[in-house]
């Protein structure tokens, strides 16, 4: 485990301090003044960095220049991007975990402030929606929760979930020509495929919640034949889909930011308006003749629309109209 307050350690501060200056060179002699140690501990870092996959050119007389920090993944790496006022303030980095959201749960229980994240490289036991195994191949995807603590009643945590997957897709739409949607409550889909499952788990007093953890699972470098018999005709990956460069960090980055953009706006304002507005874009839910699935039921409906607190309004075969807070939904047909 990699983790703590969001104080950079010398060697994470230099890599801020390169990545601020992208496209430029700093010289060694600046970065010891600004961090008060000597040039050739500056030298010994910059090392250290390159073992770890950044590129980092030194020329004389110039200094360092951080050159393209592809696809390097790592706590640090995070940090050195990350502009948020509260989500990463403590940030956790694991290679292998059972399930971010089980470890951000202790946190949680143990007094962890609002804002911490966990990111794991490969889960053992990651999970989706009604106890599903997620596929959590090292390497392959973002794994990460985000713990929330908004002075809401537990009726709201519907609309976190709503919120998350809005942030997610403002971030993959940089990516994504076409095909990117929301199917309700919380599959991003592509293409009619799930790239990103949305997990929300609650502790909550009768009246007031005490904490959320927000669960991400995004296939990122996923190939085709990496998906078993099992997904392989209901899952994708982000690289299947873009041609865009990608980097798992800056994902993370962009995602807490818009993450933290929407949540900060909903709290204050104590209204849904602005994610509503990003999620019925993406819905692919809304106007569609759907199937709900609850428990061993299952019946036919048209989804109307989806409510500002989450539920899902919609139309049963005899025209009477009702709200869906719970369960999830089959679209009955996959066209447009």
């Not at 960095?49 to 790496?77: A, K, M, P, W």
């Amino acid at each position: 485990m990699k983790g703590g307050e969001r104080d950079l350690n010398t060697k994470d501060r230099i890599l801020k301090m390169l990545a601020e200056n992208k496209g430029r060179f700093i010289s060694g002699e600046q970065i010891s003044e600004e961090l008060g140690i000597s040039r050739t501990a500056v030298w010994k870092h910059i090392l250290k960095l390159r073992e770890e996959g950044h590129r980092i050119q030194s020329v004389n007389r110039l200094g360092y220049q951080l050159v393209n920090s592809g696809d390097v993944y790592d706590r640090g790496t995070i940090l050195s991007r990350l502009n948020t006022k509260i989500l990463g303030k403590n940030l956790y980095f694991y290679e292998t975990i059972d399930s971010t959201n089980n470890e951000l749960k202790k946190m949680a229980a143990e007094g962890a402030c609002e804002g911490t994240v966990v990111i794991a490289l490969c889960q053992t036991e990651g999970r989706g929606r009604r106890g599903r195994r997620w596929q959590s191949d090292a390497g392959s995807g973002i794994y990460m929760s985000v713990l929330l603590k908004p002075d809401l009643p537990p009726t709201a945590v519907q609309s976190i979930t709503l919120l998350a997957s809005s942030a997610v897709c403002k971030v993959l739409e940089k990516y994504v020509k076409s095909g990117l949607g929301i199917k309700w409550p919380n599959d991003i889909l592509i293409n009619n495929k799930k790239v990103c499952g949305i997990l929300t788990e609650m502790t909550s007093e009768p009246d007031k919640v005490q904490a959320i953890i927000l669960g991400i699972g995004l296939n990122v470098w996923n190939r085709e034949e990496d998906f078993g018999d099992e997904l392989k005709h209901t899952a994708t990956s982000l690289c299947l889909n873009t041609d865009r460069e990608i980097s798992r960090t800056q994902l993370v980055v962009e995602i807490l930011k818009e993450l933290e953009d929407l949540y900060l706006n909903f709290v204050e304002k104590g209204s849904s308006a602005k994610f509503m507005d990003i999620w019925r874009c993406f819905s692919v839910t809304i106007g569609r003749d759907i199937i709900v699935i609850q428990g061993e039921n299952r019946w036919q409906a048209k989804a109307l629309d989806v409510l500002d607190d989450g539920r899902l309004l919609v139309e049963t075969p005899d025209g009477k109209r009702q709200t869906v807070l719970s369960g999830e939904i089959s679209i009955r047909s996959c066209d447009n």
